[in-house]
Structures are given as C-alpha cells and as structure tokens.
Nanobody
Framework: QVQLVESGGGLVQAGGSLRLSCAVF????????MGWFRQAPGKEREFVAR?????????YADDSVKGRFTISRDNAKNTVYLQMNNLKPEDTGVYYC?????????????????WGQGTQVTVSS
C-alpha cells in the first residue's frame, strides 16, 4: 500500500508563493511517476503537472501554470514538490498529489494509482 501526504497549502494574497510537499510512504518512491492535480469549487479535478521517476522529465498543464509553477522531486526524501509563484485567485482549490505506477506518462487522473487527501490553497485578490 502506498500512502501520500500533502502539506504546505494555505491562504496567500495574489502574487504570493506557496510550496506544496507530498511525502510518499510504503513503496519504493522512484518506481512512480508523480503528478499534481487541483480541484476548484464546483469544478472537476484537473491536471497541473507531472514528473518522471528520475525527475528529468516534467510536463505542465498549459500556459495557465507554465512559468509560474515548478514540479520537482527528491527521491532520497520520498517527496515531490510543487513550487507555486505569482499565485492568482483562479489558482484557488484543493491540490492533490498522485502516484502512477505505469511506465507511460499521463495527465489523466484515472491513470494514477494512489492519491493523497489534498491540501487547500486559497488565493485572495
């Protein structure tokens, strides 16, 4: 069994920064591609970013986060991060990390095998 525990969310003013962390317990961390997703109130969960097992390959959702968000991982600490800069009110939501066992990269939530409970990010204008 794999357990994912997110932290680092909170309330921040527009233009501010947050760093989310996701600690992974139970299995070999570098066997998994890792992703971050978010869900705004009344909306479906959406892909934000993903990172490969080694950390060398990353991918971001679109121009809404590219250039502002950075995904990274520390395999020695079994942790994946999401650095979020220049935050906007539309970034508000619950942020989830997820682990994918497949060797194929994916941006689809259904193709991730394990999920954390989420951490709330609120950006005030």
């Amino acid at each position: 069994q794999v357990q994912l525990v997110e932290s680092g969310g909170g309330l921040v003013q527009a233009g501010g920064s947050l760093r989310l962390s996701c600690a992974v317990f139970g299995r070999t961390f570098n066997n998994y591609n890792m992703g971050w997703f978010r869900q705004a109130p009344g909306k479906e969960r959406e892909f934000v970013a993903r990172i490969s097992r080694s950390g060398r390959n990353t991918f971001y959702a679109d121009d809404s986060v590219k250039g502002r968000f950075t995904i990274s991982r520390d395999n020695a600490k079994n942790t994946v991060y999401l650095q979020m800069n220049n935050l906007k009110p539309e970034d508000t939501g619950v942020y989830y990390c997820a682990a994918q066992a497949s060797v194929y990269y994916s941006t689809l939530a259904d193709e991730y095998d394990y999920w954390g409970q989420g951490t709330q990010v609120t950006v005030s204008s």
